[in-house]
């Protein structure tokens, strides 16, 4: 039990630092800067970071969410997503416990919450944050089957979206949505794969509803389904089963 503590505290701290990385990632890559050169420093006064400025979730506690040099405000966003980078993780040792495929789904999951964050304040989707998201889906033992899976899985959605294009007379989803569709698949299998969809569409009516004609990212709601649909696949499954056939 003492081991497995240890264990679970390793994962969080790693998760937070790699939650810190991921802030580096939203930032820089869609402003197309290379994510490990120049060191870290303030937007506002571009004074460079100490590294004691750059401690995970607590740097931002004791400076108040402020910047040591010129007191503007750093965004909520960075503490945020190492602490929510860190809670999935947590969540999938916990349903999963640790093992290599366990380190690579993390992985995934790290990088669709990447992705969900410049969807959401970018409305766009790197491709080389969503390709990095599908190959870390895919290391698994299972290989050929996930690869399979992603491929019927990008091209139902690439069918759907074209169908509802043409209908709509305008683009329904964007080619980084089906690399995510991909990622799903690789990551849940069917019929799994549809129940995440399902999920992310329900979440996502209120907030397209609210939003009338403004454009609503819909990778967030797709990631938070398929983590979700990951964490509580066999019971989800049974339900649907149970809703089905009674």
Known sequence: ME???????????????????????????PNNLNILYPPSSCPNCNNKLKWYHNIPLVSWLILGGKCAYCKSSISFQ???????????WEALFYKYGLSWQIIFVMLSFSILLALSMIDLKYYAIPDSLNYAALIFALINPNFITS????????????????????????????????????????????????????????????PSLLAKDTMVPFVPFLALGTLITYLFKSELLIFVKALMYG
């Open 147 to 206: 690869l399979k899976d992603a491929a019927i899985g990008a091209l139902g959605l690439f069918l759907v979206g074209f169908i509802t294009s043409k209908l709509a007379k305008k683009d329904a989803l964007g080619e980084g949505d089906i690399i995510v569709a991909a990622t799903m698949a690789a990551l849940l299998g069917f019929p799994a794969f549809f129940i995440a969809l399902f999920i992310a569409a329900i979440i996502a009516i209120i």
């Open 78 to 88: 960075y503490p945020f997503v190492e602490l929510l980078n860190a809670i999935i």
């Open 3 to 29: 081991y497995k503590i240890l264990i679970a505290v390793f994962i969080f701290l790693f998760g937070l630092s790699f939650g810190s990385f991921l802030n580096v990632l939203i930032y820089r890559i």
